[in-house]
T-cell receptor, first 111, second 114 residues
């Protein structure tokens, strides 16, 4: 089983739609979780950290479910500019410095 | 402006010709790391450094070397590049050595080894 798994997509949604991505992780001892956004051929950029109680940043909501070992990202009122690949990132327990990146879920928002 | 700078951005070269990709950060970050990104495989860590003169292997270190003589610089060295090292490379840094801090990435270096 991969350390971090994501549905590669693509998710094609109309502007204004709500879309959700899930990501599962294999190590129950993982403590740090992030969503990064990557535009085509560009560097990954932090979208948001994921906290145990869940957190929201404008149209974006991140949730963590430790029991089922998955994190989710919800995007409300999708914009064309949300089109990108969304990377799920989890720290590797026992190694203070290592992060494991999922392969990403591609989102395409259309008119 | 806080940034991670990689050079070159693009390089096409031939098998066996040594090359170095430079990485520099101006945020006084302790932790720096190199990744490669390949289709279907995501970002994989090559090497990382937790401080000056402290480096360690990531998940795919074979064929690469690094050094950390100064805090701001973390060059990636390919002593004898091969075609399977054709990839998109990212350098990253973060403030602390724990995994709880987000990473700042450079713009990427696209290497093609013929």
């Amino acid at each position: 089983r991969k350390e971090v798994e994501q549905d590669p997509g693509p998710f094609n949604v109309p502007e204004g739609a709500t879309v959700a991505f899930n990501c599962t992780y294999s190590n129950s001892a993982s403590q740090s979780f992030f969503w990064y956004r990557q535009d085509c051929r560009k560097e990954p950029k932090l979208l948001m950290s994921v906290y145990s109680s869940g957190n929201e940043d404008g149209r974006f909501t991140a949730q963590l479910n430790r029991a089922s070992q998955y994190i989710s990202l919800l995007i409300r009122d999708s914009k064309l500019s949300d089109s990108a690949t969304y990377l799920c990132v989890v720290n590797r327990p026992g190694t203070a410095s290592k992060l494991t990146f999922g392969t990403g879920t591609r989102l395409q928002v259309t008119l | 402006e806080a940034q991670v700078t990689q050079n070159p951005r693009y390089l096409i070269t031939v098998t066996g010709k040594k090359l170095t990709v430079t990485c520099s950060q101006n945020m006084n970050h302790e932790y720096m790391s190199w990744y490669r990104q390949d289709p279907g495989l995501g970002l994989r860590q090559i090497y990382y450094s937790m401080n000056v003169e402290v480096t360690d292997k990531g998940d795919v270190p074979e064929g690469y070397k690094v050094s950390r003589k100064e805090k701001r610089n973390f060059p990636l060295i390919l002593e004898s590049p091969s075609p399977n090292q054709t990839s998109l490379y990212f350098c990253a840094s973060r403030a602390a050595t724990t995994g709880r801090q987000p990473q700042h990435f450079g713009d990427g270096t696209r290497l093609s080894i013929l």
